[in-house]
């Protein structure tokens, strides 16, 4: 089974640049079963999708996020990296990644355990 694990930084402070890495294990990141996720939950509020990159390395983002949004990968780590520029409070949340199985389509597969991220002054 493919396992998940969410490493960066806790707290950031605003205008930084939040990078947190998805390391992977039991699974290649280059196979062409899976998306590979972001997301987040803020605090009181639902799940919120960040953006997720392909097998073939190809990204797609949050239209609300796109533009402080990247997301990318080293294959010879087995890994892939969030980049969310220029935070500010209201980044503040829970952030997972996870597996986004291709087909067939909408199934959600293993989830890290989540990292918490708090942006204050």
């Known amino acids: 089974q493919v396992q998940l694990q969410e490493s960066g930084p806790g707290l950031l402070k605003p205008s930084q640049t939040l990078s947190l890495t998805c390391d992977v294990s039991g699974g290649s990141i280059t196979t062409d079963w899976y998306y590979w996720n972001w997301i987040r939950r803020p605090p009181g509020k639902g799940l919120e999708w960040i953006g997720h990159i392909g097998y073939s390395g190809s990204t797609y983002y949050s239209p609300s996020l796109k533009s402080r949004t990247s997301i990318s990968r080293d294959t010879s780590k087995n890994q892939f990296t969030l980049h969310l520029s220029s935070v500010t409070p209201e980044d503040t949340a829970v952030y997972y990644c996870?597996?986004?199985?291709?087909?067939?389509?909408?199934?959600?597969?293993?989830w890290g355990q989540g990292t918490q991220v708090t942006v204050s002054s």
């Open positions: 996870a597996i986004l199985v291709v087909n067939p389509p909408g199934v959600w597969g293993s």
